[in-house]
């Protein structure tokens, strides 16, 4: 069974300021990586993926993320962020075999102050 | 942005009362998924299709909920008896392939259930 940790709760930072998002996983076969926002009373937002290739994938409104085998870990960063990334960000793991459903972090929550 | 749309966004029922939500995927989507996300955040797969035969089910949906994706109309999940732990955010996701490359799930805005 696959887990998915995201080790930080809250992350608050200020306006222009970098972020790095946390996610570790555990299972050691082909995964499918993906990070989504949800923004208060609404749906997941994708943001972007890893399945092979450049472990340095680039997603919408400046997101990036960085796939590591040796660390089991799928971290989000923005160099300068903006009072409208604040939202909860969701990392989701997927096996590619089975019912190929996602199993979800904890979920951050990332406060912009302006 | 995600093309997916969920109705209703809001649902009210009472204990024992029926409650059905709609989703229609994106254009030319086969694979449906039905997630849970409870107020903790936490997501409960339910069930997924493709095209319209069901791929999995857990053990909570082949009980109380009911689910279907026919063709050429919008898929639906259905709880036949609402309970008061039923209360959660129920997100429809669709995709056009199951595993490989291109198989990031887009998210409909969820129907919101409340059971009183």
């Known amino acids: 069974t696959q887990t998915v940790s995201q080790s930080d709760a809250h992350v608050t930072v200020f306006e222009g300021d970098s972020v790095e998002l946390r996610c570790n996983y555990s299972?050691?076969?082909?995964?499918?990586l993906s990070w989504y926002i949800q923004h208060h009373g609404r749906g997941l937002q994708f943001l972007l993926k890893y399945y092979s290739g450049n472990p340095v994938v680039q997603g919408v409104n400046g997101f990036e993320a960085e796939f590591s085998k040796s660390d089991s870990s799928f971290h989000l960063r923005k160099a300068s962020v903006h009072w409208s990334d604040s939202a909860v960000y969701f990392c989701?793991?997927?096996?590619?075999?089975?019912?190929?459903?996602?199993?979800f972090g904890a979920g951050t929550r990332l406060k912009v102050i302006a | 942005n995600s093309k997916v749309i969920q109705t209703p966004r809001y649902l009210v029922k009472g204990q024992g009362q029926k409650a059905k939500m709609r989703c229609i995927p994106e254009k030319g989507h086969p694979v449906v998924f039905w997630y849970q996300q409870n107020k903790n955040n936490e997501f409960k797969f339910l069930i997924n299709?493709?095209?319209?035969?069901?791929?999995?089910q857990i053990d909570m949906t082949e009980k109380r909920f009911s689910a279907e994706c026919p063709s050429n109309s919008p898929c639906s999940l259905e709880i036949q008896s609402s309970e008061a732990g039923d209360s959660a955010l129920y997100l429809c996701?669709?995709?056009?392939?199951?595993?490989?490359?291109?198989?990031?799930?887009?998210f409909g805005p969820g129907t919101r259930l409340t059971v009183l």
């Open positions: 299972y050691g076969g082909s995964i499918y």
């Open positions: 996701a669709s995709s056009l392939y199951l595993g490989g490359d291109y198989a990031e799930q887009f």
């Open positions: 989701a793991v997927s096996v590619n075999t089975g019912n190929y459903k996602y199993v």
């Open positions: 299709f493709q095209n319209q035969e069901v791929l999995q």
